[in-house]
């Protein structure tokens, strides 16, 4: 206690900082877990655990959460000093803060990527549309060619209209 009275203020808020950090850092991993878990619970499971262990485990882990919650919230109630003031307040609208800018900055993501994916959708759909035309088109010029070709070299066409050599368009 004596050395946290002799220590420079700043000094002692930015252990106290950093202290604080480290378990909210803890708290923030085992979240990722728990979602992460939650996500996989909404999927087809494969793997060999059972349905009991694996409603054990997020038991498990969401009281894990909640301890280190409470835990956070005493440390920054009780444990913290005064001059610091309402800790806990603050942490907690600043945290509520961040949460409702971080979804509303991946609902902007989420729009983004849903535009892109249409765009590129729209792109495909349209180069498509223009092979299939290209190949009509095409497929139309050579049956043309090849009619015209026929009737050219059939035996009726050369009994019925023959004319000097030179005068052949597509001999």
Known sequence: MQEIGKADPND???SIGNDLGA??????????????QEAEAHQVYTGTESIG??????????????AMLAELRETMVYKAPPELGA????????WKQIVIEQDE?????????????????RLRRKRKEEAVWVGAILFVV???VGV??????????RGHYSSPWWSCVLC
Do not use: N, P
């Not at 085992?30 to 979602?35: A, E, M, N, S």
């Open 148 to 157: 015209l070709l026929l009737l050219r070299l059939s035996q009726t066409y």
């Open 105 to 121: 900055a991946h609902k902007r993501e989420t729009a983004k990527m849903q535009i892109e994916a249409a765009r590129q959708r």
């Open 142 to 144: 050579v049956w043309y």
């Open 87 to 94: 800790l806990w307040t603050k942490y907690e609208a600043m």
């Open 12 to 14: 002692v808020f930015i």
């Open 23 to 36: 378990l909210m850092d803890e708290y923030d991993k085992i979240g990722k877990v728990f979602l992460q």
């Open 53 to 66: 262990k694996r409603a054990l485990m997020r038991v498990i882990v969401r009281s894990r959460l909640d």
